[in-house]
């Protein structure tokens, strides 16, 4: 009859110091695991101001000039378009609608929703940016 591991007659053979007693090798399933590296989270990065974390700050910078970039040009291009599109075409310049010139209209009205629109774009895409980032920081 075999002693069953951890059974009462194992015990007993072992204290008795038997050499007919079976050894029981105990091994973790997960031998071949490798050890986990610990790894810091990015934001400690930034907190630290390391060089990775200001790799990370200064594509946001650069994220964020660019947007602004872009928006100024587009606005400004526009803005500076209007009156040079008035000198190209004279006729343009004295068009009226009623009594209220065509250039009034267009530099005094038709100007604020193109830099309402343009603002509420640059709002969400910088917004966009920020939450990338976040994102990049929170390691999702």
């Known amino acids: 009859m075999s002693a069953v591991p951890g059974s009462g007659e ?4 072992t204290e008795r110091g038997d050499v007919g007693a079976r050894r029981v090798r105990v091994t973790s399933p997960r031998r071949d695991a490798r050890r ?9 990065e ?11 700050l200064t594509a946001l910078l650069r994220a964020q000039l660019r ?3 872009a928006v100024l040009l587009g606005v400004g291009g526009l803005l500076v378009g209007l009156p040079a599109l008035f000198l190209l075409v004279p006729g ?6 009623g009594p209220v010139p065509v ?3 267009v530099a005094g009205v038709g100007v604020y929703p193109i830099v ?3 603002s509420r774009l640059h709002v969400r895409q910088a917004e966009r940016i920020e939450r990338d980032f976040t994102d990049l920081m929170a390691g999702r």
Not at 10 to 13: G, I, K, P, W
Not at 46 to 56: A, D, I, R
């Open 10 to 13: 194992q015990r007993a053979a």
């Open 36 to 44: 986990q590296i610990e790894r810091r989270p990015d934001a400690v």
């Open 46 to 56: 930034l907190t630290e101001q390391t060089g990775l974390g200001e790799v990370y």
């Open 67 to 69: 947007l602004s970039l």
């Open 92 to 97: 343009a310049a004295a068009a009226a609608i």
């Open 103 to 105: 250039l009034w209209l």
């Open 116 to 118: 309402l629109l343009a």
